[in-house]
Structure formats: structure tokens, C-alpha cells
């Protein structure tokens, strides 16, 4: 129950006074002086408990029984429609012709006022249950440091971007991009990265090596690889080299990276943490600090998904549990 604001008596402060007036022969005024209210209230409190016993002591509602401007359930309900197909309540209050603050009151009242994945096909989340069962494996494309910090901690644009025209008359990028591939394992989020120069399908098979290596060297047998649809995963030699590890290729649905989703995630915990999270004088020096924070991140941050626990130590707990059932 919940009591008014301004109730001078909680519900065993009016049980005392009607027991202080009906069985202990109290006066009405009283019984009123020692609770600190009017003979009045005292007087409707007695009455109450008369009529409808001790539940005639708990706090009525104050909502009117009829409400004649209130919105139509008919037209509640069309807002609720169009609110699943996706529409602001500007743009609802604009079609049926309302305010918009009448619109938006009756969007929080029936809970539905953030969008969210509402009217969304809902989401699909999964979770595998053994070490390697399914790395998932992406490529973040990052600009190379020149001259010192960019916009995104200075906050000036119009930099000097290193470009040069050859003999030709073509222009040149001397500065370039850097490729920051990333494996991640989804029953434990251990992840595995390396900066490499390109996204070639050489340089992505040659990357997949060393992360089945890293993987192996932790006890972890990788059995799936899910990717995404670049040119790098969809080439025949890219195909040779997963049969070739023994490791079953899954590509996502094409303009659907949310089914790689933890890998999609990682990369945006990394760009916070690592990427941009210290000023670099060049990528070089951010290289260097990858090894540090991939470190941090397996063995010693906290991880939401995992009850606030390292992929360390959930790879440490399954690998018990692996154990013990054997």
C-alpha cells in the first residue's frame, strides 16, 4: 500500500486510535490530541473501521471514477499500433491530429516510451557451452597515427593527412590504414588480436594460424569459425585453409552483423579501451599498448556477460567442470 505524502498517521497509527477510542474508552478528542489529528479525521478513521474493518484503515485511491476527457481506449489503441511500426510520438501526435505531450503521456503510461526493439523481430542471443565451439572472428579498420593525435582528442579536423601525388598525377595515401584483426571465443570471451597491414585472404588464413595456435596453447580446440561476408572469408583458399585446421566455416546472413555480435561488441570494448583510450604519438607506440590491454582484458577485467568475471577465470571454470564430468 502505498500511503499519501502528507499522511500524518501510517496504518498502526489508526489502529491505535480506533483502539484507544472503541476499546480502551478513550474520548474521540482524546484519542485525537495523543495522534496529532483533528476530531474530524479521527472521527472518519472510526468510521471507516466500523463500516469495512481493519481494511477500511488503508488509503483510497484519489482517481476520479470517470474521466470524460480522458483518451478513448479505441484511439490508445491505435497509438500503441502505430507505436510498433516504429513511430515517434511527433510523428503519431502529427497523424491523428493530438498534442504531442498527450501522445507521449499515454506512450509512458502504457509502457511503451522508448523504442527500443520494439516492433523488431526480437533478438536471438545464444551462448555456447564449450571452450572453441565457436570463435568468432571480424577485422576493425583503424587510420594510422601521423603527427601526433587526431581529431578525436584534439577535436580539430582539416589535418594534414599525408597525401602525396607520384609522377602520374594519382594521389597517394602515405599514412594508410592499419587492420586490426580479432578472435574471440564465445563460451569464455577469450580473445585473441593482431595489427596487421592488410585484410588479404594470405594475411587473414596466416592470422586464423596463430589463433588456433593461441587457442591451443590455453587448452581450447577451436571446432567453428564464424565470419562475416568479406572478400578475405568467401575465397576458395580461405576455404582449403578451414578444412585443412579441421574447422567448420560459418558466414553470417549478409547486412546482419548483429549475428556476430560478440566479435561487434569486443570491438567497440577495444576501441574504448585501447584504441582511443590514451593519446599515442604514433601507431606504433598503439601497437605496443595492445599486448598490455589484451592482457587486462582476459585475465583481469571484469566481464558483464560472465558475472563479472575475467574469460580467464570462466575458461578456468569450464575447463573444471569439462574434468570433473570426465
Known amino acids: ?9 501510517s496504518v498502526k497509527g489508526r489502529e491505535l486510535l480506533v483502539s484507544r477510542f472503541l476499546m480502551q474508552d478513550w474520548s474521540l478528542a482524546q484519542a485525537a490530541e495523543a495522534a496529532g489529528v483533528s476530531d474530524r479525521t479521527a472521527c472518519k478513521w472510526v468510521a471507516r473501521f466500523r463500516l469495512e474493518g481493519g481494511q477500511g484503515l488503508s488509503d483510497r485511491s484519489s482517481a476520479p471514477k470517470s474521466s470524460p476527457s480522458r483518451t478513448p481506449d479505441q484511439r490508445v489503441q491505435v497509438i500503441a499500433a502505430l507505436r510498433r511500426l516504429r513511430m515517434t510520438g511527433a510523428e503519431i501526435a502529427e497523424c491523428l491530429d493530438m498534442a504531442v505531450t498527450t501522445v507521449s503521456g499515454i506512450l509512458t503510461r502504457i509502457g511503451m516510451g522508448k523504442l527500443g526493439r520494439l516492433g523488431l523481430e526480437p533478438a536471438v542471443r545464444y551462448e555456447r557451452e564449450r571452450p572453441g565451439e565457436l570463435i568468432h572472428i571480424d577485422v576493425k579498420k583503424l587510420g594510422r597515427i ?79 569459425l564464424l565470419t562475416d561476408n568479406g572478400s578475405a572469408y568467401r575465397s576458395t583458399i580461405h576455404a582449403i585453409a578451414c578444412r585443412a585446421l ?41 601497437t605496443a599498448a595492445l599486448s598490455g590491454w589484451l592482457e587486462l582484458y582476459n585475465w583481469r577485467r571484469p566481464h558483464g ?22
Open 146 to 224: 601521423h603527427a601526433g593525435a587526431g581529431h578525436r582528442v584534439t577535436g580539430k579536423r582539416g589535418r594534414y593527412t599525408g597525401q602525396r601525388t607520384d609522377a602520374e598525377g594519382v594521389r597517394r595515401q602515405t599514412v594508410g590504414w592499419e587492420y586490426v584483426h580479432i578472435a574471440i571465443d564465445d563460451a569464455t570471451r577469450l580473445a585473441y588480436v593482431e595489427v596487421l597491414p592488410d585484410e588479404r585472404a594470405t594475411t587473414a588464413i596466416a592470422f586464423l594460424r596463430r589463433a588456433v595456435a593461441f587457442y591451443a596453447s590455453h587448452g581450447i580446440a577451436v571446432e567453428r
Open 1 to 9: 500500500m502505498k500511503l499519501h505524502a502528507n499522511a500524518r498517521l
Open 305 to 326: 556477460a560472465l558475472n563479472h568475471k575475467p574469460p580467464g577465470t570462466r575458461l578456468y571454470e569450464l575447463n573444471n567442470v569439462v574434468a570433473s564430468y570426465n
Open 246 to 286: 579441421r574447422i567448420k566455416h560459418i558466414r553470417t546472413r549478409p547486412y546482419r552483423p548483429q549475428t556476430n555480435g560478440k566479435a561487434e561488441r569486443f570491438i567497440r570494448t577495444m576501441l574504448g579501451g585501447w584504441a582511443y583510450g590514451a593519446i599515442y604519438r604514433d601507431s606504433t607506440e598503439r
